[in-house]
């Protein structure tokens, strides 16, 4: 079992930036069998989308809504993912969820993933 915990949500003016952050926790054996990760939001009433994935080599996927604004990173550590958010606007609000699979497919389809973590809230105002 593998336990998501994501940090670095919170309140910014159109324009702005947050970094977010995701550690997994775990048995030794589940985490390194983590291969690829992601970070996905759902804004009230709309369903979960993705918004960009990467996997163990690196290789990474973006939504077009966020392609050359958001940047997500998993440095050397294993169990650490980013997602560096510039430019934000009002229509980035959502919760934000991080995400992982044992599969190393960098996709940002929901149905990808098998664990989740339980969001940070990212509200952006004009």
């Known amino acids: 079992q593998v336990l998501l915990v994501e940090s670095g949500g919170g309140s910014v003016q159109a324009g702005g930036s947050l970094r977010l952050s995701c550690s997994a926790f775990?048995?030794?054996?589940?985490?390194?069998?983590?291969?690829?990760m992601g970070w996905f939001r759902q804004a009230p009433g709309k369903e979960r989308e993705g918004v960009a994935a990467?996997?163990?080599?690196?290789?990474?996927t973006y939504a077009d809504s966020v392609k050359g604004r958001f940047t997500i990173s998993k440095p050397n550590a294993k169990n650490i993912l980013y997602l560096e958010m510039n430019s934000l606007q009002p229509e980035d609000t959502a919760m934000y969820y991080c995400?992982?699979?044992?599969?190393?497919?960098?996709?940002?389809?929901?149905?990808?993933?098998?664990?989740w973590g339980q969001g940070t809230q990212v509200t952006v105002s004009s």
């Open positions: 990467i996997d163990r080599n690196g290789s990474t």
């Open positions: 995400a992982a699979d044992s599969e190393n497919i960098a996709t940002i389809l929901v149905g990808g993933y098998k664990y």
């Open positions: 775990g048995y030794m054996y589940s985490v390194d069998s983590i291969y690829s």
